[in-house]
């Protein structure tokens, strides 16, 4: 009786095992079921993104005039209407064709309150209403559609640097020169968000191999043809430069005057942060691996294989020469969890060679400088 008591006891322990061995492995399946479905809806979107966002290059376009200065009003700023008079004043004295073309972005109310301010309104002002609050590029490109210009300048709702910086910024474009970006001098913003903005800019020149030093600075200009034939998607105009430079476009970098900084001041929010890291990431993967994705896949499918791979020999090991059982041992499933996700993230970067062959042909990667008869 001793004895049928005590297999019984061992036979109820050896269930009990059991059961939590299948709702280990139940588990640790999901997990890796969970974590390769997010990889392909990535990778889903990705292509989808690229296909939508592919440049369509308007080589026939007739310039009517120099300059078009596009003003991204965003946000409340007091004094606009002062600023587009400052800007009116700036391409007056240079006496050559300019427009300058407002795109209100979810502040229509404010904009006609600030047009109505404006005593002499010249026909080179003309405003833009979208109907809903809407990404950078997606405004930056509606505002490229309506403008004639061979030049492009960007400007954020208010002043940033000086007006002599400005017009510094206009000389230094030259033939030589697509784009121009400013590199504020003597900030006079708060320390913290100086400190912010340097680590910020240092993480994408160590990421990205940029030289650029001020992504944050709103003035931009652009040649035409960098806006049209650059891809540009969600609030990726900060990283525009450094996207046309891998593109072949020729960047320079202007010391300016810091003028004013509005906005917020101090930390911003846990998810402010981490849209900064994605976008990083994502200008990353675009930089590097849009035409090559099965090497940036590829590399982490062996981390993921290599770590399967050690613990399943960690396990043989202990199988072997300890004669420990391996049968009901969540090592080993994890094992090949780690190895089957290796190989399943292999796969998708596979999936992104055929999709960047497929759809990549159409993408112009490079630029011609000139064409010599």
Same mark, same amino acid.
């Not at 968000?193 to 993480?203: H, T």
């Given at each position: ?13 050896? !269930?009990?095992?059991? =059961?939590?061995? +299948?709702? /280990?492995?139940? %588990? ?6 969970? @974590? ?109 559609? !309506?403008?004639?210009? =061979?030049?492009? +300048?960007? /400007?954020?709702? %208010? ?6 910086? @400005? ?129 940036? @896949? ?76």
């Amino acid at each position: 009786n001793v004895k049928r008591v005590h297999s019984s006891n061992f036979s109820l322990k050896s !269930e009990e095992r059991s =059961e939590r061995f +299948i709702l /280990c492995e139940e %588990y640790i399946f999901f997990l890796g079921q969970c @974590f390769v479905s997010i990889f392909l809806i990535n990778v889903t979107l990705i292509t989808r993104i690229e296909v939508m966002n592919t440049p369509q290059i308007l080589s026939n376009h007739r310039y009517k005039m120099k300059h078009s200065i596009i003003v991204l009003l965003e946000e409340e700023s007091e004094g606009f209407s002062k600023f587009l008079e400052n800007l009116n004043e700036i391409f007056v004295q240079i006496h050559e064709p300019f427009e300058i073309l407002v795109m209100a972005n979810g502040t229509e109310s404010f904009l006609k309150k600030e047009l109505e301010n404006i005593h002499n309104r010249s026909d080179q002002l003309k405003a833009f209403i979208l109907d809903k609050k809407t990404p950078q590029a997606v405004c930056l490109k509606a505002a490229l559609n !309506e403008s004639c210009g =061979e030049i492009i +300048i960007v /400007c954020g709702s %208010y002043q940033q640097i000086t007006r002599a910086s @400005f017009i510094n910024l206009l000389k230094a474009f030259d033939e030589n020169t697509d784009i121009i970006s400013p590199w504020r001098q003597q900030r006079v913003d708060p320390s913290l968000n100086r400190f912010q903005s340097s680590l910020f800019n240092v993480l994408v020149r160590k990421i990205t191999g940029s030289k650029l030093h001020d992504l944050s600075c709103t003035v931009k200009i652009f040649r035409r043809k960098v806006l049209e034939e650059t891809a540009l998607y969600g609030n990726m105009y900060r990283f525009l430069p450094i996207v046309a430079d891998k593109k072949g476009f020729r960047t320079k970098e202007v010391k300016c005057e810091h003028y004013q900084e509005r906005g917020k001041t101090g930390f911003y929010s846990i998810s402010e942060y981490l849209t900064r890291l994605i976008d990083i990431l994502t200008l990353y993967f675009n930089t590097r691996f849009t035409r090559k994705p099965l090497r940036f @896949f590829s590399a982490i499918g062996a981390v993921f294989m290599g770590t399967g791979f050690i613990i399943a020999l960690s396990v043989l090991i202990q199988k072997i020469f300890m004669h420990l059982p391996i049968g009901n041992r969540p090592a080993l499933l994890l094992a090949i969890l780690f190895m089957t996700v290796g190989i399943q993230v292999a796969s998708v970067g596979l999936l992104g060679e055929v999709i960047a062959f497929t759809h990549g042909r159409r993408r112009k990667e490079y630029t011609i400088e000139k064409i010599l008869a």
